[in-house]
């Protein structure tokens, strides 16, 4: 099922896109190469409109216990949802942070490792919701805030 924001993005990409191939048209002589250069920068706003409208999406870490934080870390690492240096780093922190008995025996290390981020308030976000660049932007996220806890 699509939610409201992807649903709106999607409008929103259609429409540009659309208004960019009716005056890429009117401009008559310009021809093909206007219509297209136009079409490919309504579609390409409307990509990066929709990205960051669906980055804000993206819960807070701010209520996530260092516990938690290095669980999602797990989830992400064994996911394989970081790639190279990242995915590197994210498996040294990682290495890191478990080595403390009151990480790993934590059930917000369990509750991450299963892709579940607390968010506050006894409620939680799942991962397994997010796709693609989301995925990849919470796990670099997460990455970003295992870090400041060494």
């Given at each position: 099922m699509i939610n409201k924001t992807t649903f709106a993005a999607v409008l929103m990409a259609v429409g540009l896109a659309?208004?960019?191939?009716?005056?890429?048209?009117?401009?008559?002589?310009?021809?093909?190469?206007?219509?297209?250069?136009?079409?490919?920068?309504?579609?390409?706003?409307?990509?990066?409109?929709?990205?960051?409208?669906?980055?804000?999406?993206?819960?807070?870490?701010?209520?996530?216990s260092t516990s938690n934080i290095t669980g999602i870390l797990g989830y992400c690492v064994q996911n394989n949802v970081l790639q190279g240096a990242q995915s590197t780093a994210a498996s040294s922190v990682l290495g890191n942070l478990t080595q403390k008995?009151?990480?790993?025996?934590?059930?917000g290390y369990s509750a991450g490792q299963n892709?579940?981020?607390?968010?506050?308030?006894?409620?939680?976000?799942?991962?397994?919701?997010?796709?693609?660049?989301?995925?990849?932007?919470?796990?670099?996220?997460?990455l970003n805030k295992a870090q400041s806890f060494l």
């Open positions: 659309g208004a960019a191939s009716a005056q890429a048209q009117s401009w008559g002589s310009m021809g093909k190469d206007a219509l297209s250069s136009a079409t490919s920068s309504a579609t390409s706003s409307a990509k990066s409109a929709g990205m960051g409208m669906m980055s804000n999406m993206l819960p807070s870490l701010s209520s996530a008995d009151s990480i790993t025996s934590s059930s892709g579940l981020l607390q968010t506050g308030n006894n409620q939680m976000f799942s991962l397994a919701n997010l796709k693609g660049e989301l995925k990849s932007k919470l796990c670099n996220m997460v």
